[in-house]
């Protein structure tokens, strides 16, 4: 059983930084896709960015425009999004996944992940 346990959300003004933190249990990861995805009410689910374990090869969505890095320190299981420039219409509720078998054409879709965490929430004000 593969559990995801995220923490690091909470209230940011506008312009200001947060970084959330990604914690996995599990035999291993190698060949995983580790992702995040947000979801504000009345949105659908949104790919916000994604990395692969073992290698480390990283992707984005569009909207975060270069504001925010994804990153993984595979000694401790962990998985961390740093968010900087934050607006005010990326307050959602922020989750992790993972994708056991990851196939490039499914990387941005919620569907193609196994394992999802509970989400945190990110609030920001104007």
């Known amino acids: 059983q593969v559990q995801l346990v995220e923490s690091g959300g909470g209230l940011v003004q506008a312009g200001g930084s947060l970084r959330l933190s990604c914690a996995a249990s599990?035999?291993?990861?190698?060949?995983?896709?580790m992702g995040w995805f947000r979801q504000a009410p009345g949105n659908e689910r949104e790919f916000v960015a994604a990395i692969r374990w073992s290698e480390g090869i990283t992707y984005y969505g569009n909207s975060v425009e270069s504001r925010f890095t994804i990153s993984r320190d595979n000694a401790k299981n962990m998985v961390y999004l740093q968010m900087n420039s934050l607006k005010p219409e990326e307050t959602a509720v922020y989750y992790c996944a993972a994708d056991r078998h990851p196939s490039g054409g499914f990387i941005l879709m919620p569907r193609g992940y196994d394992y999802w965490g509970q989400g945190t929430q990110v609030t920001v004000s104007s």
């Open positions: 599990g035999r291993t990861f190698s060949g995983y896709l």
